[in-house]
């Protein structure tokens, strides 16, 4: 490993600290470096706060270094704009940084490439490149609502080896054991919304939310996340967690156009209730997934169940499967599907997997891959 990839994979490590608190910013770190020594290590918190360049610098600081001269790496090109912050382009010049060696390129097609060249104008040798991979699968959530404005989404499950998530009287807990359920709790960490569809909230009443599980900690201070429920008919129980509970200010429910108005009045009284337009009867994804971008949804977590999961699909909205198995086998026509609706007509129409990945948690297996080339967007 080369001295630039070994130093950049520091600062991947320290992004990665910052795993569901940056949104809607990228997880971002940076590490200065002089005379093959680190002298400031630093990485984005969360949206608001300083960026990892600015922390590396105000860390070299505080332990006496001085940064004129030096090398930063960082896992993503610095930004050159106004934002919430000052640009991290000026402050890298400031510095008297004499080189600057960045994994990734801004996705933003406004700004790609832009903070290089004025880092360029100013003197400084800049390079890119350098665990590229790495930093774009990090933040491939935001380097997708970047460009597009619609969520990346992830489509999770729990089944029986046999692809299962339920009986036919819909009994479910639990399936998969307590390593893959702290494991889920990390997927929904890193998401900014969480969706089911009704017959889950009818059926499971879950609560969607962060928790600590053995294995996992859930972090304090940990942003809300939204929790989204898909229901036509407005048939939400007044009575259900998600709209009783203490986080019941994070709880949006889609209704359909043709949704009882009485019962979409009940509901506007506890949790926010959205209005979308119907196709087929159903609540129209081409018009839902844009909302959610525009409301700042970078990426989104679907739990189920197989009716909503296989909408998504068919509409190519799905990015990225994690699905949990357990060695199970339930069999069964009438036992409920993890992806259930009509399904593809033919081979050639079904989303092929790319990136495939598996590991064991505990008893059950994991894979996670992406979805290759999805119809939209």
Not at 12 to 24: E, I, N, V
Not at 144 to 158: F, G
Request: charged share 25%.
């Amino acid at each position: 490993m080369t001295p630039d990839a070994r130093f950049m994979g520091q600062a991947l490590g320290l992004a990665r600290r910052a795993y569901g608190r940056t949104s809607p910013n990228p997880m971002v770190g940076a590490v200065l470096v002089r005379e093959g020594q680190v002298i400031g290590r630093g990485w984005h918190h969360r949206a608001g706060l300083p960026h990892a360049e600015v922390e590396a610098l105000a860390d070299a600081a505080r332990r006496g270094h001085p940064v004129a001269g030096a090398t930063i790496y960082v896992t993503l090109e610095p930004c050159c704009t106004q934002g919430r912050t000052p640009p991290c382009t000026e402050a890298l010049i400031r510095a008297g940084v004499s080189r600057v060696v960045v994994a990734a390129v801004d996705p933003n097609p406004r700004h790609a490439g832009h903070g290089l060249e004025l880092l360029r104008r100013a003197g400084m040798t800049v390079e890119s490149g350098v665990l590229e991979a790495e930093s774009l699968r990090l933040n491939e959530a935001f380097n997708h609502w970047i460009v597009h404005r619609t969520p990346w989404v992830t489509a999770k499950s729990a089944m029986t080896l046999d692809g299962k998530i339920a009986t036919a009287s819909g009994e479910s807990k639990w399936i998969t054991g307590p390593e893959s359920r702290a494991q889920a709790h990390r997927l929904r960490l890193g998401a900014d919304a969480v969706l089911v569809g009704v017959e889950t909230v009818l059926a499971d009443d879950p609560g969607l939310t962060v928790r600590s599980q053995p294995g996992f900690r859930a972090p304090a201070r940990l942003p809300l996340k939204r929790r989204i429920i898909l229901d036509t008919r407005a048939r939400t129980p007044l009575g259900c967690r998600l709209v009783c509970d203490e986080a019941r200010a994070s709880t949006l429910v889609v209704v359909g156009a043709w949704a009882d108005p009485e019962r979409v009045a009940a509901l506007r009284e506890r949790v926010t209730v959205v209005q979308a337009p119907e196709r087929d009867h159903r609540i129209d994804l081409n018009w839902l997934l844009p909302e959610l971008g525009r409301l700042g949804v970078v990426s989104l977590l679907v739990e189920g169940g197989g009716t909503v999961l296989a909408a998504l699909f068919e509409a190519g909205w799905v990015h990225r499967t994690a699905f949990f198995y357990a060695p199970r086998i339930l069999g069964g026509d009438a036992s409920r599907r993890a992806v259930a609706g009509q399904g593809f007509r033919s081979l050639a129409e079904a989303p092929t997997l790319s990136e495939v990945e598996s590991r064991r948690i505990g008893d059950d297996l994991f894979i996670t891959a992406r979805v290759v080339a999805p119809p939209r967007p």
